[in-house]
């Protein structure tokens, strides 16, 4: 499977800024999605990342709070704007499709907003 | 749409007790692929296994089994022998596959195992 990266691992920011979430893979892939796992609860998929073109967002989910980008077919970030406690969450990556459509997952970066 | 239902919120058993996590799906696609996730306290989601709708040969993988079945859209996981390292979340969870693309998946709630000395 691919080897996923994620910066920053942890983050605690201030509500009101912003912050970037990078995730890189070793190899290229076709497809790129990012999830939310709010505490104590399950993943929920924010968008996939297209290359080339915009982001494919989930119902209720909007790119002006989660703009993404994805140059490349190994890189995408996911920013996460204007924040509030409510966003306090694991974000985590994946990729694929693998074989026989499995998704692989980076390690998640932890974000609290004070 | 699609939905995964995992009832059991939290199970916690002694080590070397089996042990086995309830999965049940709902969808109206006949072609579609199932899957297990291990979620240690560390945060990373690591695949454990991957099943599509026309195999429902059952699948040991040393301490883990899984138990497939189409008849009552049941995809339950057994661990035997438990031990520590063991606890975690466990995720089932749900994809539909189009035109060959990886596509979304639809989790389950998710079953936090503890296993305790």
């Known amino acids: 499977s691919a080897v996923i990266s994620q910066k920053p691992s942890r983050d605690i920011c201030q509500r009101g800024t912003s912050l970037t979430i990078q995730c890189q893979v070793d190899?290229?892939?076709?497809?790129m999605f990012w999830y939310r796992q709010q505490p104590g609860q399950s993943l929920t998929l924010i968008a996939t990342?297209?290359?080339?073109?915009?982001?494919?967002?989930e119902s209720g989910f909007v790119i002006d709070k989660f703009p993404i980008s994805r140059p490349n077919l190994t890189f995408s970030t996911l920013t996460v704007s204007n924040m509030s406690p409510e966003d306090s969450s694991i974000y985590l990556c994946?990729?694929?499709?693998?074989?026989?459509?499995?998704?692989?997952f980076g390690p998640g970066t932890r974000l609290t907003v004070l | 749409a699609q939905k995964v239902t995992q009832a059991q919120t939290e199970i916690s058993v002694v080590e070397k007790e089996d042990v086995t996590l309830d999965c049940v799906y709902e969808t109206r696609d006949t072609t579609y692929y199932l899957f297990w996730y291990k979620q240690p306290p560390s945060g990373e989601l690591v695949f454990l296994i991957r099943r599509n709708s026309f195999d429902e040969q059952n699948e040991i993988s040393g301490r883990y089994s899984w138990n497939f079945q189409k008849s009552t859209s049941s995809f339950n996981f057994t661990i035997t022998a438990s031990q520590v390292v063991d606890s975690a979340v466990y995720f089932c969870?749900?994809?539909?596959?189009?035109?060959?693309?990886?596509?979304?998946?639809?989790f389950g709630t998710g079953t936090r195992l503890q296993v305790t000395l």
């Open positions: 190899s290229q892939v076709t497809m």
């Open positions: 994946s990729v694929g499709p693998g074989l026989f459509d499995t998704q692989y």
């Open positions: 990342a297209n290359q080339g073109s915009e982001a494919t967002y």
């Open positions: 969870a749900l994809s539909v596959t189009n035109t060959g693309t990886a596509s979304k998946l639809t």
